[in-house]
């Protein structure tokens, strides 16, 4: 399985992006699919996460309300629309495949990641 993350780049604060995670090699379909963000220094943490069949979403109270994870399983890809960025969301953006169905906001229930793409929010 490979996961490629999109979408990164340098924004100002109260700007929008949306992220964008494709899969290739293994349907997405049948898994929960998170995305975790890791700021400069900082250990990765948890941001969004939905179920296999988009019923489910949670997120991270600091993410709550300003992002929304979404899915095209026809398309096997992930998105992260994240809005009202602030400098505090700086940080390379992760999404991840997890073991089953079920939304979890716990890493070591994702078992394959993508390799980051970078989100740059000046103030």
């Known amino acids: 399985v490979q996961l490629q993350a999109s979408g990164g780049g340098l924004v100002q604060a109260g700007d929008s992006l949306r992220l964008s995670c494709a899969a290739s090699?293994?349907?997405?379909?049948?898994?929960?699919m998170g995305w975790f963000r890791q700021a400069p220094g900082k250990e990765r943490k948890f941001a969004a996460a939905?179920?296999?069949?988009?019923?489910?979403?949670y997120y991270a109270d600091s993410v709550k309300g300003r992002f929304t994870i979404s899915r095209d399983n026809a398309k096997n890809t992930v998105y992260l629309q994240m809005t009202s960025l602030n400098p505090e969301d700086t940080a390379v953006y992760y999404c991840?495949?997890?073991?089953?169905?079920?939304?979890?906001?716990?890493?070591?229930?994702?078992?394959?990641w993508g390799q980051g793409t970078l989100v740059t929010v000046s103030s």
């Open positions: 991840a495949k997890g073991r089953g169905m079920a939304a979890t906001t716990r890493p070591d229930q994702y078992v394959y």
């Open positions: 090699g293994h349907t997405l379909s049948r898994y929960v």
């Open positions: 939905i179920n296999w069949n988009g019923a489910t979403t």
